[in-house]
Structures are given as structure tokens and as C-alpha cells.
């Protein structure tokens, strides 16, 4: 017997056909907050209740209240951007920012992934010269553009995109756990980014590829609904830099 989607306060709906999902029966659910730039130009915002997945919060849990984004008005705070604004890349060109999403991180909780409540002091100059600055703090999924001569030989590329988490070593990179519920932010554009935060080199919103994302069927619509933005996976288009772990290079060493 088919068992009818739930149709209660927390269902999610897909904003493309308006059908109800069920919920993931094996996982607990959280709210992800968004905002994006419509086709003709005004902004959307959406509150949507969605399963607490590692794959869902990656996309989300990047960046720190306070942590500044080099735009063309100058530095601002990531909780006070808005879509639509021009943000200042790596390259030193200028992105229209498409997306924004957050979500709270709560303290320590039982029976939650430990990691995914966990945020990342990076203390100033720890990079080089204002590299950041000053101290910057990123969520739990944030990753970091590194260049090393091994990330050419895994991938013959010159940088790669490394979890700030695998650098964490108690005295530049230090482990924060919050002592109360904190908001994590992610910025998104028409692909894959590297932003200037603080004055370092951070990933911007991009799902991976289909297979490395493991997402499949009423998960992957559920998914997709938290980007309005964008169509499909395909509409986040290739990935300017592979990602690695840390650990891939010290192999090599």
C-alpha cells in the first residue's frame, strides 16, 4: 500500500512542481535559512526544514558570523549580505553574489555528529601578512584553497580546496566549540569560487559531482529544493579546483 507524503508544517515541498517529500526516516531534521536572487532581479527568502545530513550542512556551514567578503562597496560582514551584491573573488574580478544560506549551530548534542558542531579559529597572519585578518572564524565544513606541489601531482592542478578542519593544530588553527547556538553562512554564485574572506582563499557553494554527492531520488529533491536558484546539479557547473585532504598530500611526503 502506498504510504501518502507527509503534508504537515514541516514537510518540504519542491518549489518546481509543489509536491510534498517525505521526510529521511533514518535521520533528524534541521532548518536551513536561504536567501537568492530571483530571475527578475528581487530577493527570495525561504525557511525549510530538511534531514541534519552531512551532504545537506556542507553546503551551509562555511563561514562564521562576522567573518568579512571583499565586495565592490568594500569589506562587509556575511550575515549582512545580500543577493544581488557584488562580491570581489580571488582573481580580483567581481561575482553577483546569488545565494545565501545559514544554519544554527547548536552546542554538543548526543547522537549528533560531533564535528558538524565544532567551528575554526584561523588567528591572524597564521597564512602570511594579514592572512587573515584579523582572527577569522569558519564553520565546520569550510574549506580552504591550498597550493602544494603534491596537489599538482594528485591532480594536476596548482590548488586544491582542503577542509580548514585537517589543519587544526591547537595553536594557529584552533578548535572552537560554542558555548550557545551560533549561525554558519555560505555564499553561492553561477559556479564554484574562491572567495576573499578575512584575506584568505574560501570555497563558495558547489555541491560536488552527482556521484560524490550520494544523493539519489526523494533525498536529492529535497536537497535541490534548498537552491531555487538553479535548476539542477548540472546548473552548478564544473568545479574550478578538485578537492583533497590534507592527509592525500602528507602521503606523499
Known amino acids: 500500500m502506498n504510504t501518502p507524503p507527509n503534508t504537515g508544517a514541516n514537510a518540504t515541498v519542491d518549489t518546481r512542481t509543489g509536491t510534498p517529500l517525505r521526510r529521511s526516516a533514518s535521520a533528524p531534521m534541521r532548518k ?34 562576522g567573518a568579512m567578503v ?21 582573481t580580483g574580478e567581481f561575482e553577483t553574489l546569488l545565494w545565501r544560506g545559514s544554519i544554527l549551530i547548536h552546542p ?54 582542503i577542509p580548514v578542519r585537517d589543519f587544526i593544530d591547537g595553536s594557529q588553527f584552533i578548535e572552537l566549540r560554542p558555548a550557545m547556538p551560533v549561525n554558519v553562512y555560505q555564499l553561492g554564485f553561477a559556479r564554484q569560487e574562491s572567495l576573499l574572506v578575512n584575506g584568505i582563499e574560501i570555497e563558495s557553494l558547489h555541491p560536488g559531482t552527482f556521484f560524490g554527492l550520494g544523493l539519489r531520488g526523494e533525498l536529492l529533491a529535497q536537497y535541490l529544493t534548498l537552491f531555487p536558484h538553479k535548476i539542477d546539479l548540472d546548473d552548478f557547473g564544473e568545479m574550478r579546483h578538485p578537492r583533497l585532504r590534507l592527509r592525500d598530500l602528507e602521503l606523499l611526503e
Open 32 to 65: 536551513y535559512e536561504v536567501s537568492y536572487l530571483r530571475s527578475n532581479g528581487d530577493i527570495g527568502e525561504l525557511s525549510r526544514m530538511a534531514p541534519a545530513l552531512p551532504t545537506f550542512e556542507n553546503a551551509f556551514g562555511v563561514l562564521g558570523r
Open 108 to 161: 554538543d548534542q548526543d547522537g549528533h555528529h560531533s564535528e558538524y558542531n565544532r567551528l575554526t579559529r584561523i588567528t591572524a597572519d597564521a597564512l602570511g601578512p594579514a592572512r587573515p585578518s584579523p582572527d577569522l572564524i569558519l564553520g565546520p565544513t569550510a574549506n580552504l584553497l591550498h597550493r602544494a606541489t603534491g596537489v599538482r601531482t594528485l591532480t594536476g592542478k596548482r590548488a586544491a580546496f
Open 70 to 90: 571583499a565586495t565592490e562597496n568594500g569589506p562587509m560582514t556575511v550575515e549582512d549580505l545580500l543577493p544581488g551584491d557584488r562580491i570581489k573573488l580571488a
